[in-house]
């Protein structure tokens, strides 16, 4: 941090996608002079949306949960006009497709799949223990728990090994990009969690809505699209007596214990032409 020469910024944040304009949002608020630059010809990085032929397009697979803390804080959802799923996974099986909802919203579509001859009772009952604890119980709770495995959890809570390889090896291997099982039971609670409390939709005009969003609420002047950042030169030392000395708290440093650097600086944009 310092101000970048020849601009009148205190801090230059490269990339507009959403980590990026958070983090521009946070600053500004902070009181900083921030100049947000993102290369490409919109905001969004990874989470983009294009129209073809008349239909809404998102790149890759997006949905948005509406019971991270962040999403609530950050934005309006009301003006994203959000459309939800229905509170279930259809389940390929050897009798076809099966549709397994939230029985915490749902209850009878639980009911009705007994006759299927797939789930037993104690997965029913296990599922509805799991995902009620998990609607009623604090985050801190959730957290004080003793960890381990999430599949010794899923264990422990009772389901048979046919419903855990059926169902949830193959759902969470796409939420935790693993397919053992190995993840922190913690984790999966809070996010087992975060699925039920919250609602699973997207955006009317796509998840590129939510970064637009974001975008809008900055001051003008803040961003430049289509910027690529240059190269930078490398970085000079930094005597110790210049960083930033640390305030009372381990966790921060604010902005105003920090001192400049004398000329030239500990970080310079390159020259023109370079």
């Not at 050897?94 to 009878?108: A, E, I, K, S, V």
């Not at 006759?115 to 509805?128: E, N």
Request: with cysteine.
């Amino acid at each position: 941090m310092g101000k970048t020469p020849g601009d009148g910024h205190d801090v230059a944040v490269i990339g507009a996608g959403a980590a990026g304009l958070a983090c521009a949002s946070d600053l500004v608020r902070a009181g900083l002079r921030v100049r947000l630059v993102e290369a490409e010809d919109s905001v969004g990085g990874r989470i983009r949306t294009d129209r073809v032929a008349g239909f809404t397009t998102d790149r890759g697979f997006q949905v948005f949960n509406t019971s991270y803390p962040q999403v609530r804080r950050r934005l309006d959802l009301r003006g994203l006009f959000l459309r939800p799923f229905t509170p279930g996974v259809l389940v390929h099986t050897d009798r076809g497709r099966l549709r397994l909802t939230d029985p915490t919203r749902r209850p009878r579509d639980g009911i009705a799949l007994l006759g299927s001859g797939w789930v037993k009772p104690r997965d029913l009952l296990a599922f509805g223990a799991l995902s009620g604890r998990a609607v009623l119980a604090p985050a801190s709770r959730v957290r004080a728990r003793p960890d381990g495995t999430t599949r010794t959890a899923l264990a422990d809570a009772g389901f048979s090994e046919d419903f855990v390889e059926t169902f949830f090896r193959p759902f969470l291997s796409g939420v935790f990009l693993e397919d053992s099982l190995e993840t922190s039971a913690r984790f999966f609670h809070l996010v087992w969690r975060s699925m039920l409390r919250g609602t699973l939709c997207l955006p009317r005009d796509g998840i590129g809505a939510v970064p637009e969003q974001l975008a809008a609420g900055l001051p003008p002047g803040v961003l430049r699209t289509s910027s690529p950042p240059a190269r930078a030169p490398p970085r000079a030392s930094c005597p110790a007596s210049h960083r930033p000395r640390a305030g009372p708290s381990r966790r921060s440093t604010t902005p105003s214990t920090a001192r400049p650097c004398p000329s030239p600086p500990c970080w310079s944009t390159p020259a023109a032409g370079s």
